[in-house]
């Protein structure tokens, strides 16, 4: 997270990341366990060898043989193009071509890379031949990339397809265990503008206040603010907004058990709780006030919150507020502003007032 | 709403449409750009909210990197009391594809349909990388700008276009851009200030006089983004949406005449889809579009005016107006098409709302709108639009035909 430039809107910025592991199935994974010993695999459909191998013929939907039959090593390339300036999710870290190569004796054009060194080395037609990585890794990318037939190999992290077969003890025919999963992590980052109703939120948050907006057709109150009702699909503004009480009580919660992820950083069961605030007036009200779901509590034990528990606002001490984290969503989230939320001691409204609530 | 007879089959109209304004990176919130459209579409329509009886959206979650974006965007139609609502996590074409038919089956009578996106959050070329498949594409960072490259370079080895003709398909959208109210403004205004004025009109045809050959000699200049693709055969990134209102024809004739609203009838609206792994087809044609124009009864009736395709790059024009065998005197992409403004997500839905704007504002009689997804012209979606509505059974029949199992 980050601040953007004054002069315009702040920008947020969100990394998404997710560690995949895929099951390979029968075909697909024939194919990796074969690389590990240098070979490219086609697959039989009818009168035709595809490869890359597929579990249906993509014509003619019917289950493909499993029949494998080894390929190429020399393949043709049939289309291409010059990366420049490749990314770090390209498979060769210096200009490359992206080509469709058709292995001799398969039917079909297999995507991959070829280091060509230059772009002035590529054509239609360029016959080229498979580098596979020296150490594999029952990954796609055992096969590394192409080069043009004839070209040496100065990668030290590859060879040539024969320099594996004896390695991996594998004669051609002879049945392959398929390689069952392959992982794949993916990272995407995102970059907005923090929208202007965020922006009046986050600054009320550093000034130690709720902010909510009421929609003056039907009167619903959110926190934080939207800039729309989402009852009436209509824009709300700046004049909608309003200061909230930051007293409420609890009508639902929860306790979360968590399990380990990449980037889960809590070890314990802990609760989350949807606060029903105040009415503006600070009197207390079933409806016509603000809900903020998610949030956490302090000075208090799990096995304490229940629905109908009066709380308020625990805030941060006015400098380390920091509303950096903030993000476009509607949840209303007070993380870098608030602790959490503690019970007053008041006494309990009636839990029948909530009990049709969602939230 | 009266108590309209339940119908099966009756025609579709368009009676209402709104496009938001193109931005290459807006500031506002994907509901609040979808919020902007479905107010205007039902403004345009003369329908109120509670008069719409079912809701479809197009977007994309990896778009915007947030989960349940599509639900958070239903804020923009005033979801209660609850409604009648479907997405499609694909182009907002597709939504509209479902809600014609949820029309024809006559259960319901109105339909607003949206498609949005804001392709300026994430990285739209990893983002698109990674919806390709997981096995073989995937892991190579199979980028969809590679990925386009390649099917221009076999079109261009197959001998039946240019990259001078790849030139010439840009510097149209470019000078369509100039006048188009829904074209990139940057990329208009650069536009503007290559052809020296500001803004010739749209002459049409496919040729232009020594002005676009300038232009296109001085694209020809640019060095290569992926050969043989130069920038200005690419799209930019968008951010953007579009709302269509639809109804049967009992409501649209009730809107025509009660407050003076132009129906625009959907006479044909089909799909299809092709292999996802580009080496496993040719490259060079689109089997796909052909069959879903087929499909969708290009063939009957008079010829096609306007065609507002979802060309991302130049040469898919190309490969598309070859496929879909459009008349020499079809004016292609007025609006300026995805080369001016490519809001992913909403391009192919832009598209039907364009094609419509050109039968209700320019006289048009009778237009095409098509959308794409996937990889190299994967999957085509083809909607005739028709000053006309057509009989009961020309909308019938045609999807059940078995004129598409040769290939
Ligand atoms: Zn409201």
């Not at chain 1, 590394?144 to 004896?166: K, Q, R, W």
């Not at chain 2, 994309?60 to 990197?65: E, F, H, I, K």
């Not at chain 2, 704007?357 to 709108?369: F, K, N, P, Y």
Request: charged letters at 20%; one cysteine or more.
């Amino acid at each position: 997270m980050s601040s953007g430039a004054r002069s315009g809107p702040r920008i947020v910025t969100n990394t998404v990341e997710f560690p995949y592991r895929r099951s390979l199935g029968p075909v697909i994974g024939t194919f990796v366990a074969a690389l590990a010993r240098g070979q490219i695999l086609g697959v039989r459909s009818g009168e035709r060898v595809l490869c890359p191998p597929l579990e249906y013929d993509p014509d003619t939907g019917a289950a493909t043989s499993g029949e494998f039959v080894a390929v190429g090593p020399v393949g043709t390339v049939r289309s291409w193009t010059w990366v420049g300036e490749p990314s770090d999710r390209h498979p060769l870290d210096r200009p490359f071509a992206f080509a469709l190569i058709q292995l001799d004796g398969a039917g079909t054009s297999l995507l991959h890379a070829v280091d060509a060194g230059g772009e002035g080395a590529m054509r239609t037609g360029l016959r080229v031949v498979p580098r596979f990585r020296a150490e594999p890794k029952g990954h796609t990318g055992d096969l590394a990339y192409f080069v043009p037939e004839g070209a040496e190999t100065t990668d030290a992290g590859v060879v040539d397809g024969a320099a594996l077969s004896p390695v991996a003890g594998g004669e051609p025919g002879v049945v392959l265990e398929p390689v069952e999963t392959m992982e794949f992590w993916s990272s995407l980052t995102y970059r907005e503008a923090l929208s202007a109703a965020s922006e009046r939120y986050a600054r009320s948050l550093l000034a130690g206040r709720l902010l909510g907006q009421r929609c003056p057709t039907c009167g619903k109150v959110y926190v934080p603010p939207r800039d729309f009702c989402a009852i009436d699909g209509i824009p709300l503004g700046e004049g909608d907004d309003l200061a909230l009480p930051d007293r409420g009580v609890i009508t639902n919660f929860t306790i979360v058990t968590p399990v380990k992820y990449p980037g889960q950083k809590e070890t314990e069961p802990f609760v989350r709780v949807s606060v029903l605030l105040d009415a503006p007036d600070g009197q207390l009200s079933e409806s016509g006030s603000a809900l903020m779901g998610l949030q956490p509590v302090v000075d208090v034990t799990n096995e304490e919150v229940r629905v109908g528990m009066r709380v308020e606002a625990v805030w941060l001490p006015e400098a380390e507020r920091n509303t950096d984290e903030l993000g476009n969503r509607g949840w209303g989230s007070t993380s870098g502003a608030l602790t959490g939320w503690r019970p007053t001691g008041e006494q309990d409204l009636s839990v029948e007032r909530y009990i049709d609530r969602v939230f | 709403m009266s108590a309209d007879q339940k119908a099966f089959g009756e025609p579709i109209a368009i009676v209402g449409y709104a496009i938001s304004p193109m931005s290459a990176f807006s500031e506002d919130t994907e509901v609040r750009l979808c919020l902007d459209v479905v107010t205007r579409a039902l403004a345009a329509s003369g329908l109120g909210r509670k008069e719409i009886e079912f809701t479809c959206s197009g977007s994309a979650d990896y778009l915007s990197g947030g989960t349940f974006t599509f639900v958070a965007n239903l804020d923009a139609v005033g979801a209660w009391p609850p409604i009648r609502e479907s997405h499609v996590e694909m182009d907002g074409a597709w939504a509209l594809h479902e809600a014609w038919v949820r029309l024809l089956i006559g259960e319901e009578r109105t339909a607003l349909v949206f498609g949005s996106g804001k392709s300026s959050t994430g990285d739209l070329s990893r983002v698109l990388a990674l919806q390709t498949d997981p096995y073989y594409l995937a892991p190579l960072g199979a980028d969809p700008l590679s990925l386009a490259a390649l099917q221009a370079r076999a079109l261009l080895d197959s001998g039946r276009a240019t990259e001078r003709d790849l030139a010439a398909v840009a510097a149209r959208a470019r000078r369509a851009a100039v006048t188009s109210p829904h074209a990139l403004p940057a990329l208009a205004a650069a536009a503007a200030d290559a052809s020296g004025t500001g803004g010739t009109g749209g002459t049409g045809g496919t040729d232009g006089g020594d002005d676009l050959g300038d232009q296109i000699d001085a694209l020809l200049t640019a060095d290569y983004v992926r050969s043989p693709l130069r920038a200005h055969d690419t799209p930019p990134v968008t951010d953007g949406a579009c709302a269509l209102v639809l109804a049967t024809a009992t409501v649209a004739r009730r809107l025509a005449e009660e407050k003076g609203i132009t129906p625009v009838w959907i006479t044909g609206l089909e799909h299809f889809v092709e292999p996802h792994q580009p080496g496993t087809r040719d490259l060079t044609d689109s089997v796909s579009a052909r069959r879903a124009a087929q499909a969708a009864g290009l063939a009957g009736g008079a010829p096609v005016e306007v065609a507002e395709l979802s060309a991302l790059y130049s040469h898919e024009e190309i490969i598309l107006r070859e496929a879909l065998g459009l008349p020499d005197g079809c004016e292609i992409n007025p609006s300026g098409g995805p080369l001016a403004a490519n809001p992913t997500m909403a391009t192919g839905l832009v598209r039907v709302a364009e094609a419509a704007r050109a039968i209700q504002e320019r006289g048009v009689s009778r237009a095409l709108a098509h959308a794409t997804s996937g990889p190299c012209l994967q999957q085509n979606l083809v909607c005739l639009l028709d000053r006309q509505p057509l009989g009961k059974e020309a909308h019938t029949s045609q999807g059940s035909s078995q004129e598409g199992g040769a290939r």
